[in-house]
T-cell receptor, first 109, second 113 residues
Framework: GIQVEQSPPDLILQEGANSTLRCNFS?????LQWFHQNPWGQLINLFY???GTKQNGRLSATTVATERYSLLYISSSQTTDSGVYFC???????????FGTGTRLKVLA | EAGVTQFPSHSVIEKGQTVTLRCDPI?????LYWYRRVMGKEIKFLLH????????ESGMPNNRFLAERTGGTYSTLKVQPAELEDSGVYFC???????????FGSGTRLTVV
């Protein structure tokens, strides 16, 4: 089956710093979402981005489907950005999302 | 539009007891999914309903887990009897059709002691 790997696995930032999270996938996908699992365990949808670039405030994401990767950019990080970031992909003809291994982010005040 | 609602938000039970989790999808969404994240690992698919029918239950770990979606509206996930390794966060998601993104609920944190 498709493999989804995220890097880095862990990231510690000082408040105000910028960061880039990466998601690589081993096969063609036609659906991709980025999620943030906050410290309370809630899973928050950030972007639905099977291709192209989207921005929402301090966050933006880019997916290059032909090269099988997606990037999540966090600018001017805040302590509330802490948590685990997951990308999840679906291939054509399936309903099942395959989640990546996650990037655990800690933003220090 | 109301989102996907899950409750309880947190449940603490003893090993061997039974727990039932509930998920209310977005109104009109025929597709409902259960996922879980246990032991700090990645989030894994459990099963998929289309209306009241189980479309794919390949991710259900064993027969201690029973999911139902009577009437094609809300869904329940029962764990009986619960084991320590069942501790984790259980997520429900819904979608209208095959394309587009899914909307996830806030999850139920299950702790088995």
């Amino acid at each position: 089956g498709i493999q989804v790997e995220q890097s880095p696995p862990d990231l510690i930032l000082q408040e105000g710093a910028n960061s880039t999270l990466r998601c690589n996938f081993s096969d063609s996908v036609n659906n991709l979402q980025w999620f943030h699992q906050n410290p309370w365990g809630q899973l928050i949808n950030l972007f639905y981005i099977p291709s192209g670039t989207k921005q929402n405030g301090r966050l933006s994401a880019t997916t290059v489907a032909t090269e099988r990767y997606s990037l999540l950019y966090i600018s001017s990080s805040q302590t509330t950005d802490s948590g685990v970031y997951f990308c999840a992909v679906r291939t054509s003809g399936t309903y099942k999302y395959i989640f990546g291994t996650g990037t655990r982010l800690k933003v220090l005040a | 539009e109301a989102g996907v609602t899950q409750f309880p938000s947190h449940s603490v039970i003893e090993k061997g007891q039974t727990v039932t989790l509930r998920c209310d999808p977005i109104s009109g969404h025929d597709n409902l999914y259960w996922y879980r994240r246990v032991m700090g690992k990645e989030i894994k698919f459990l099963l998929h309903f289309v209306k009241e029918s189980k479309q794919d239950e390949s991710g259900m770990p064993n027969n201690r887990f029973l999911a139902e979606r009577t009437g094609g509206t809300y869904s329940t996930l029962k764990v009986q009897p619960a084991e320590l390794e069942d501790s984790g966060v259980y997520f429900c998601a819904s979608s209208q059709g095959p394309g587009g993104g899914y909307t996830f609920g806030s999850g139920t944190r299950l702790t088995v002691v």
